[in-house]
């Protein structure tokens, strides 16, 4: 059976800063990442003939950007679901898309003023909840953090960890956006004392492992392989792009799962990323792991196959996901450290590792793994230098 | 800003489980054909197909299967520090609601019995520590 293996690139990126006040609408910013993403690649708006958008807690439609850009059509359009699960989701729509000639130049993006807006480390719900909510937010059960802990607090009883294992993530993000200029907490940053002594949020979670909140925007380009040789960037090749959603799958409370501490979700991505772009967790040089809640990043990193359920905790402290360890995580910063744009900031950081241009560049990298969010439906990408 | 309480907006699926929850019943739903309690509420059975259900009582007894103690909070209507647990019922499905009383000394495994919780607009489940039990053994694997 043929797959999607190679057959596209990401041939443009676009980002604005990442600030806690952008002064301007995200439908601008959008714009803004969006243009930036077409000069990158030397395409004009009106080479768009596709878009795919996050479709929860964004209020950018593609019919605002087909009315903003001059658009005279878009003959496809679709939206992922599921917060930040939707990231790579969007660039795997997009690939799909293209691959089977649907569209040929398309757009993703994702823009956010969650700072200085709608803060999602707030509840902003009240009065009479249908759907998944009425299980859980009547009862006090109200935010992303608070649905987290639940998880966090099993992972630590089931294989006897204390929070420093949660601390070491942390740590590592502050340490990687700390030499980012792009980053939210550019020469911030923090040690395990500071994370230790950080305000409990919702026990076992603390401030410091909670991402920062973020006005901003990303956007990328999504060509045929084909396409992308001919245009002005170095083409960085979609080895392989899956969504996955598990069995028992909740809106981030899966509380129904036999393990708590598994991510069903991101162990069926897995498989599927490894079986398109015939690889396995040894074959992967650098990743970038969804990094809302540091705990869920070591069971997306186990998920992922790089450790054995309850061992991400050892390639911390080996220091093997250091800049220079055998495989970097999030040298950009990621959500800890650079800011929140929902996993979108991850694939724009995959992108520039891999055309030698990021702050924090990691010599001769080959591939990237990036994954969306945890404890959601969700997606990930092999992105990779070669068209191998 | 006002910001009301939550509540449940029962629908069509839902709305006896809440029914019962009125009248301080913990009833869920268990399958005709095979017998399976199944959460959250769903017109098929996943293990067998069948639309044929009745609303079981529960015994209301379980143990903590996880549990987070709230510091920062989010919320008008919920006042910080406050304790909330998943329940892993005798029946099976795992169940969220607030501890009653302190979190102190509370772990994974404790055994909890239901207590009732006039919210506004909806009678809840709350949990209470049993004390009097010996302590149940792991949950997990």
């Not at chain 1, 729509?93 to 757009?107: M, Q």
């Not at chain 2, 029962?10 to 095979?34: I, N």
């Amino acid at each position: 059976m043929t797959t999607i293996r190679n057959k596209t690139a990401i041939a443009g990126i676009g980002q604005t800063e990442f600030s806690k006040d952008s002064r301007r609408s995200t439908l601008r910013m959008a714009l803004e990442a969006i243009l930036e993403a077409l000069a990158d690649a030397g395409l004009e708006p009106r080479d768009i003939d596709g878009i795919v958008r996050m479709s929860a807690n964004d209020d950018v439609f593609e019919i605002d950007l087909v009315r903003a850009l001059g658009l005279p059509n878009l003959r496809f359009f679709a939206e992922i679901p599921h917060g930040g699960g939707a990231a790579c989701g969007t660039v795997a729509c997009a690939a799909a898309a293209v691959a089977a000639g649907v569209a040929d130049v398309v757009v993703t993006f994702r823009s956010l003023n969650e700072r200085s807006e709608r803060r999602f480390g707030e509840s902003s719900l009240g009065g009479g909840l249908g759907g998944w909510m009425q299980y859980y937010l009547p009862h006090g059960l109200v935010t992303p953090a608070q649905w987290v802990a639940i998880f966090a607090q099993r992972y630590l009883h089931e294989y006897g960890y204390t929070t420093e294992e949660f601390g070491r993530v942390s740590v590592l993000c502050r340490k990687h956006a700390a030499t980012n200029t792009h980053a939210m907490m550019y020469e911030r940053p923090i040690t395990m004392e500071d994370h230790q002594n950080s305000r409990w949020i919702s026990e076992p979670l603390r401030m410091l492992d909670c991402t920062l909140d973020t006005d901003g925007a990303c956007a990328a380009v999504v060509v045929s392989a084909e396409k992308a040789k001919t245009l002005k960037s170095a083409p960085v090749y979609i080895a392989a792009a899956a969504q996955g959603t598990g069995s028992r799958t909740e809106m981030m409370t899966s509380y129904q799962r036999k393990s708590l501490t598994r991510l069903e979700e991101a162990e069926a991505t897995a498989r599927e990323l490894y079986r398109i772009a015939e690889m396995t967790p040894d074959d992967i040089r650098m990743v970038h792991v969804y990094d809302h809640f540091s705990p869920l990043v070591l069971t997306a990193l186990e998920a992922y196959g790089f450790a054995p359920p309850g061992k991400a905790p050892g390639l911390l402290r080996e220091g093997r996901l250091e800049l220079d360890g055998s495989m970097p995580m999030n040298t950009h910063g990621g959500h800890l450290g650079e800011g929140y744009l929902h996993g979108f900031g991850h694939i724009v950081e995959a992108v520039r590792q891999l055309r030698g241009a990021a702050s924090n560049q990691v010599p001769d990298v080959m591939n990237c793994l990036v994954t969306s969010g945890t404890g959601v439906p969700t997606s990930g990408l092999i992105l990779s230098k070669d068209s191998y | 800003m006002e910001l009301a309480r939550p509540y449940p907006r029962p629908d069509r699926d839902t709305a006896p489980f809440w029914e019962a929850q009125r009248h301080h019943e913990l009833r869920l739903q268990r399958c005709s054909g095979c017998g399976m309690f199944r959460f959250p509420v769903t017109p098929l059975c996943p293990e067998c197909r069948s639309f044929d259900f009745e609303w079981a009582p529960c015994s209301g007894r379980g143990a903590i299967y996880s549990y987070t103690v709230v510091h920062h909070q989010t919320h008008p209507a919920f006042a910080v520090p406050y304790t909330i647990v998943l329940v892993e019922l005798e029946e099976g499905p795992r169940l969220i609601g607030q501890l009653r009383g302190s979190s102190d000394g509370l772990v994974i495994g404790a055994r909890v019995g239901v207590e009732w919780d006039e919210a506004p607009n909806q009678s809840l489940p709350v949990w209470a520590i049993e004390t009097d039990l010996p302590a149940a053994p792991q949950v997990s694997e």
